[in-house]
């Protein structure tokens, strides 16, 4: 017995391994002594969630089917444009690009406030028809006077909203709605005089060729329609 004991401690001081019946490797490679003969723990949910492909395979194997290869869609990365100060945008260029310090509004929201506008001046419209008619007893489609009055009121109106209105504090009442307002490339205050250059003159010259001069706007760079190149503005973001 003594002789046996003398040939074991031999075999381990000379690195022979040591019997492997009593000790199982676990899925992270380490050895944990659990008893002769005890079965291996089966994959937790953790383990089969952090190795999908190898999963496939055992699920494969086990079917009978021949196992192939499973690989995972990358998820897209989202487009951004890096900005002073360490803020990302999302952005579909150019709409919210940024020109200097200014957010640039996009096409839908100009076409908003356009619709706005075009809203108030309609309504406007109405109610002035329908306060010349309460007030001549006639209708004003058999008078020119009357539409002559309609269409000076409507005018007016106009040239406070798009002039006036726009001149002193760079927004319509359309874009005050949507919070956006014109400002100038050149960084000066957008006064009254470009505010007439830019809707008296530019907005005719945008409409000549089919609205192509409002259209313009969807592809230039600052999104930028021929009455703003006319008049040397573009419209940002007021908040």
């Not at 260029?93 to 839908?108: L, N, S």
């Not at 006077?145 to 106009?158: C, K, N, Q, S």
Request: net charge positive; charged share 15%; no cysteine.
């Amino acid at each position: 017995m003594h002789d046996g004991l003398r040939r074991d401690n031999a075999g381990v001081a000379g690195g022979r391994p040591a019997p492997s019946s009593g000790i199982l490797n676990d899925s992270g490679g380490n050895e944990s002594s659990l008893g002769v003969g005890a079965p291996t723990e089966p994959a937790t949910s953790a383990t089969r969630n952090h190795h999908p492909e190898t999963n496939s395979v055992i699920a494969a194997a086990a079917s009978g089917a021949p196992a192939n290869r499973v690989t995972q869609a990358r998820p897209a990365r989202a487009v951004t444009t890096r900005v002073a100060g360490g803020r990302a945008h999302l952005y579909a260029p150019p709409t919210h690009a940024f020109v200097g310090v200014f957010e640039q509004a996009g096409f839908g929201l100009r076409y908003g406030a356009w619709m706005f506008d075009f809203l108030i001046t309609l309504i406007a419209m109405m109610s002035f028809t329908f306060l010349v008619t309460a007030v001549s007893h006639k209708s004003v489609v058999g008078s020119n006077e009357d539409l002559l009055i309609v269409a000076g009121l409507t005018l007016l109106l106009l040239l406070l909203n798009f002039v006036v209105l726009a001149g002193l504090n760079g927004q319509t009442a359309g874009m005050r709605i949507l919070g956006i307002r014109i400002a100038r490339v050149d960084g000066k205050p957008f006064g009254i005089k470009d505010a007439f250059l830019r809707h008296i003159i530019g907005y005719p010259l945008s409409m000549a060729i089919f609205f192509l001069g409002f259209l313009w706007m969807v592809w230039d760079p600052r999104q930028q329609g021929w009455h703003d190149k006319l008049a040397g503005t573009i419209v940002v973001m007021s908040r």
